[in-house]
């Protein structure tokens, strides 16, 4: 069941587009905002945005043998886990991307391109991962309570204000939830891209945590698709037609890692899990 759950995320995940219609339907931000605006200690304000939600879907998520309660627990997981992902357009954004670097011109200034696409890639590749490898991860490990956990999560975390005192919490929470998906997806990166290269930096970094995930798989990314040509470009023209040719690779890269994770619930499936 979870691996049919999985593949239809995907499937939803890769093939829709606009507004995430379970988003729409489940407005629970405006629930989070609600807690968040009120004069309520910080913990307890998590517990009963974040803490709360997970223990009833734990509760109405319990796999059982019956194939009548199956289906209803494949219901269950399928209006989690669309909920919880977020509908990330990634050719959409890289062809804007794209469109960008193509109209440029030696007029302009060659250190502030680079600044922008180097802004541009942090940004794209770690808001791929997080919209929806963690929460295909902690629903095969956990079941749908997985899933609402970091989405839920994450939201809150977006809802604080930069000085709320909740907010290091949060973010090493959300760091440590990224943590082994991020790493299995660096290994992805390698087994899908520049192997040699790839796997060599995994080894490297994989027990690194101080540094952040959406570094490491920066790194990672750019590595395996051999980016680091671009770095000799002296114009702007040359380097636009370079960067340009890096995220196609990187489209094709994402694309791959994704449907990987396909093969991680297949195997889930075959052990049993």
């Known amino acids: ?18 507004e995430n219609p379970v988003q729409e339907l489940v407005s629970f931000r405006r629930y989070q905002e609600w807690f968040v605006t009120r004069n309520l200690a910080t913990n307890l304000r998590y517990i009963l945005c974040v803490g709360t939600p997970t223990l009833i879907v734990l509760l109405l998520g319990v796999e059982f043998e019956d194939w009548f309660f199956g289906i209803i627990w494949l219901l269950l997981s399928l ?4 909920y919880a992902v977020e509908i990330y357009d990634s050719d959409l954004v890289l062809d804007e991307q794209i469109t960008w670097l193509r109209a440029l011109t030696d007029e302009d200034v060659l250190a502030d391109v680079v600044q922008r696409h180097e802004d541009f890639l ?8 997080q919209s929806i490898v963690p929460v295909l991860f902690w629903f095969l490990v956990v079941g749908p309570a997985g899933a609402v956990f970091y989405a839920l999560s994450v939201r809150y975390l977006d809802s604080l204000d930069l000085d709320d005192p909740e907010v290091d919490l949060l973010e090493q929470v959300i760091h440590w939830t990224d943590w082994i998906p991020a790493s299995i997806t660096g290994l992805l990166f390698a087994l899908v891209g520049n192997f040699g290269r790839g796997f060599e930096y995994w080894l490297e970094t994989f027990l690194d945590t101080e540094e952040s995930n959406a570094v490491h798989l920066q790194n990672l990314a750019l590595i395996v698709v051999d980016d680091d040509r671009n770095a000799e470009e002296d114009n702007v023209v040359g380097f636009a037609q370079s960067a340009e040719q890096q995220l196609n690779k990187l489209r094709t890269l994402f694309e791959r890692t994704v449907y990987g994770w396909v ?11």
């Open 1 to 18: 069941m979870k691996f049919l759950a999985v593949l239809i995320t995907i499937f939803f995940y890769r093939n829709w587009f606009g």
């Open 79 to 82: 209006f989690v886990l669309t």
């Open 122 to 129: 942090a940004t794209t590749i770690y808001e791929l991962f």
């Open 263 to 273: 093969g991680i619930a297949a195997l889930v499936a075959i052990i049993g899990w």
